[in-house]
């Protein structure tokens, strides 16, 4: 079997796990990747069959993998990128169906929006050099499908992938100026509501790789070194700053930056 062969042959096996809901198992056998590199190869097929099949043209791109406990359990040491579909973009207050997920996990963001292009260029980019590139940020939620993963057994390859399971994502309204905020240390709230118990956890934007400019200069570093610029128009999810919520039905959650604006979502 020639490279391309596999690369498409693991694109295919992944799709079709998608469509029929089958708990995430890491690639092995014959579906077996060696490398980070082939890994965003079968992401990059799986992306082309879903933008013209089931799940349509891309929105943008989330990173995965901000935490360094997660780095060291999955063995890597720096972050991983996967796309947005805009099939799967919702606008808060949103109302997202359990049953449209093996597992749904939550996780607590800055989307930033690109007003203009983030082209490959031969310095990388910086906190610094991306800023002007951004001309909105929310605050958001991403919506995870780990499809039951055990987490014992998951590793970076097999993640990136199966796109780093981004099931969509929930985008608030910016009722202040995220240019105004200091975006290491702005203090973010979630009050998370679930059998009738309502639990609040704080932490600040900078949890998320010291700054969420940080996360979209990563994103844009690596993806232009695969030749995806990122486009004027696309969003950015940049890393949760706080721990995953494994949401079921009547589970409802509110998350606030400070001084930007809120975002809720009920599970139905």
């Known amino acids: ?18 469509a029929s809901n089958a708990r995430f198992e890491p690639l092995s056998g014959p579906l077996e990747l060696a490398t980070l590199d082939e890994a965003y190869a079968a992401q990059r097929v799986l992306i082309q069959r879903w933008n013209t099949g089931a799940r349509g043209p891309i929105a943008g791109y ?23 579909f ?6 808060s ?9 093996v597992r749904l996990g939550l996780e607590f963001e800055l989307c930033l929006r690109l007003g203009s292009d983030l082209p490959s260029g031969p310095q990388p980019y910086t906190a610094e050099s991306v800023r002007d590139a951004v001309d909105a940020a929310v ?10 993963s055990d987490y014992s057994k998951l590793d970076a390859i097999s993640l990136v992938a199966d796109n780093c399971w981004c099931g969509g994502i929930v985008l608030g309204r910016a009722t202040g100026d995220w240019r105004d905020l200091d975006l290491s240390a702005t203090p973010v709230r979630l009050e998370y509501s679930s059998d009738g118990r309502t639990e609040v956890e ?3 934007t900078g949890a998320a790789l010291g700054n969420p400019l940080n996360a979209l200069a990563w994103v844009a570093n690596v993806l232009g070194g695969q030749g995806r610029p990122l486009l004027a128009g696309m969003w950015v999810m940049t890393g949760s700053t706080l721990r995953t919520r494994f949401a079921e039905a009547g589970d ?6 400070e001084g930007l604006g809120s975002v809720e979502v009920s599970v139905a």
């Open 139 to 148: 605050p958001a939620f991403e919506l995870i499908e780990d499809r039951a």
């Open 202 to 204: 704080t932490a600040t």
């Open 86 to 91: 805009g099939s799967t973009v919702h606008d």
């Open 93 to 101: 207050p949103a109302t997202v169906a359990r049953t449209g997920f």
């Open 1 to 18: 079997m020639s490279y391309s062969q596999k690369i498409e042959r693991v694109a295919e096996a992944l799709e079709a796990q998608h």
């Open 252 to 257: 409802r959650a509110h998350y606030t930056v």
């Open 62 to 84: 989330k990173i995965a993998l901000t935490s360094k406990a997660v780095q060291d359990l999955v063995g890597v040491d720096h972050p991983c990128a996967g796309a947005v």
